[in-house]
């Protein structure tokens, strides 16, 4: 059984450091130029830094403690407070908090997706492609990025284009990947499902996604989407996050894309569909579907 300390969440683990580094949720929230309250957020645990905010966090620390690296957000609490010379016993384990508190309410299928996460989660790290319709301009397909790597036990994503950028947890379980991801701009949610796979190397995933249209009232709007493998992880935490940005700041309208892609994107639901064997509602049927997995090896 893995130690309690191995799988502290990242709220933990910044909260032993502030605190290591005598540092005040205020100072932190001055000297990154956020607000007070988002890192107030980020150390109950209620949200996760983004990306670009954890490399920016990172490099403030390594600032004030020489030689820290992203690498060191995956070490244990125990080791991490080794790296500080301090007792982890200085942070508050977030089981502590009152269980009504929603930022610490726990899904029992979390567990699940840990066990999953480290059988499998290998599979599913690397750099993706995301096709989806995009919502503004009818017809038009978006062709954004995505980052999917494991961290604090569970698979890390990353998903955005140019203008804006989402982060959030995939849960992997009974075959599917549930993830739900923030706005970094205003702390909307995206959620998707996404069609796991069961081969060691996963190349690509489709699903459903639903996102809010941005629009005066917001509208909650469902679509599908496609996310195609371009990479791996590098094993360098710091070039993997350059990289993601470099690539999300590139991202735009998808051009040339297949045919058969673009059916499956664009789908045509409601009752008249039905009669004629179609779907009456938006769905990702596996015997559809567009995920599929390669037995491991390079990528091409």
């Keep these: 059984m893995p130690d309690a300390a191995h799988d502290a969440p990242l709220s ?18 001055a000297d990154l130029g956020v607000d007070k309250s988002l890192v107030g957020r980020w150390v109950s645990g ?12 990172t490099a403030l620390i390594a600032g004030r403690r020489t030689g820290f690296t992203l690498a060191d957000w995956d070490r244990s609490l125990a080791d991490l407070a ?5 007792d982890p016993i200085v942070t508050r384990p977030t089981a502590a908090r009152g269980a009504d508190d929603p930022a610490t309410i726990r899904f029992a299928s979390a567990a699940t997706a840990r066990r999953e996460t480290e059988r499998r989660g290998e599979a599913y790290e690397g750099f993706w492609r995301a096709l989806q319709p995009a919502v503004t ?5 978006l062709a954004s990025q995505a980052f999917i790597r494991r961290q604090d036990g569970l698979l890390r994503i990353c998903w955005g284009g140019a203008g804006w950028r989402c982060s959030g947890w995939l849960m992997p379980v009974m075959g599917q990947l549930y993830g739900m991801m923030a706005d970094d701009a ?14 060691p190397r996963v ?3 489709d699903g459903l996604i639903l996102v809010n ?19 791996d992880l590098t094993g360098d935490p710091a070039a993997d996050e ?38 009456m509602l938006l769905r990702a049927p596996l015997l559809r579907s567009m995920s599929k997995g390669a037995p491991g090896g390079g990528w091409s």
């Design 213 to 231: 249209a941005k629009d005066v009232t917001n509208t909650p709007t469902a679509g599908a989407c496609l996310l195609q493998r371009i990479g």
């Design 46 to 57: 209620a949200y996760i830094p983004s990306g670009h905010n954890l490399a920016r966090l």
């Design 242 to 279: 350059a990289r993601y940005e470099s690539l999300r700041a590139a991202a735009g309208v998808a051009e040339d894309v297949p045919d058969d892609i673009r059916a499956h994107l664009f789908r045509d639901i409601g009752p008249e569909v039905a009669r004629g064997g179609g779907d």
């Design 12 to 29: 933990a683990k910044l909260e032993l450091v502030l605190k290591a580094l005598n540092m005040s949720r205020g100072r932190l929230a």
């Design 203 to 205: 190349e690509a995933m």
């Design 186 to 199: 205003d702390d909307s949610i995206l959620f998707c499902i996404l069609n796991g796979v069961s081969m």
């Design 82 to 86: 080794a790296v500080f010379g301090v």
């Design 137 to 141: 301009q009818q017809g038009t397909l």
